[in-house]
């Protein structure tokens, strides 16, 4: 089979230094608390803003990994994760660094749909194929529109790495679909539409302007995609699917953000998030 490829013009070239390892379209790491313990707390426990901020970046969800670590997670909203993405630059906190890790997602996102394609021309859903290989065209542009917007910040968007991956069984392409498409695809392209109405950067909301429709489409396309493909699976599979969106959902309800970027890029608050993702589970 004849991997598909687009030419991207205008990301940064370079390794990736000083991001965070990345899978199912979430990057995380771990970190030392300065001062306290969290010995008696189970690992795996999810903690609050309060407890994250001060060990991770300031932005991230975090959990507990040992008495002294918490495990930081990055949530990558902005464009479709692909499986085999190997690592994402960081956010300190400034307007800067968020637009350039979301230019890198946007260029993420073209690979995701090139590969999204080739699995389901191989499951004989050619018309989705077509489907994918349009929304990698939109973010092609987005990637572009993305990395002028950083670069306009001071900041520029890494070059991806990724890994090639096979081709996946058709549980495997529906339950991807059901985490990044439904969930974290769909979450996003609804910031995108509050950021073009709300951002105080006038450059901000016009670039979303054009990003935000064609999430929309993006969205719509991965519901279409996870109904068919729900018609081909167990019971026990679509419950699968269900349980993955609703956890990709869940995932990026309660990211704070420092309130100057907030305003900047008109991101939600962790209030708005919350009733988004309420929306969108219902």
């Known amino acids: 089979m004849t991997r598909r490829t687009l030419v991207l013009v205008g990301a940064a070239a370079g390794s990736l230094v000083q991001g965070c390892s990345c899978g199912g379209g979430d990057c995380t790491y771990v970190a030392t608390l300065d001062g306290g313990s969290l010995a008696g707390f189970s690992r795996g426990l999810q903690l609050d803003a309060g407890v994250c901020a001060p060990a991770c970046r300031g932005l991230e969800l975090c959990s ?30 400034t307007a800067a660094s968020w637009l350039a890790r979301m230019g890198e997602l946007e260029g993420a996102a073209v690979a ?17 194929a077509q489907g994918a290989l349009g929304a990698a065209r939109d973010e092609v542009r987005h990637a572009r529109a993305l990395t002028g917007l950083a670069l306009s910040f001071g900041a520029a968007p890494r070059a991806n790495a990724i890994t090639q991956t096979p081709v996946r069984s058709l549980f495997e392409v529906a339950l991807d679909n059901a985490a990044e498409g439904c969930g974290r695809e769909r979450f996003g392209a609804h910031v995108n539409v509050l950021q073009a109405a709300h951002a105080e950067d ?46 990709a959902l869940l995932g990026l309800a309660s990211s704070p953000v420092p309130e100057a970027m907030r305003r900047t890029l008109g991101l939600p608050d962790v209030d708005a998030s919350r009733a988004l993702v309420d929306t969108l589970l219902h």
């Open 112 to 128: 995701a749909f090139l590969h999204l394609a080739d699995e389901l021309d191989a499951h004989g859903l050619s018309s989705f």
């Open 202 to 247: 006038a450059h901000v909301r016009a670039v979303m302007h054009g990003v935000a429709s064609d999430e929309l489409a993006h969205a719509r396309f991965s519901e279409s995609l996870d109904a068919t493909l729900r018609t081909r699976l167990t019971v026990a599979e679509r419950r699968r699917l269900s349980e993955a969106r609703e956890q």
């Open 64 to 93: 507990v990994e040992s008495a002294t670590e918490v495990r930081c997670t990055v949530q990558c909203i902005g464009g479709r994760a692909p499986p085999g993405l190997q690592t994402l630059s960081g956010v300190d906190g």
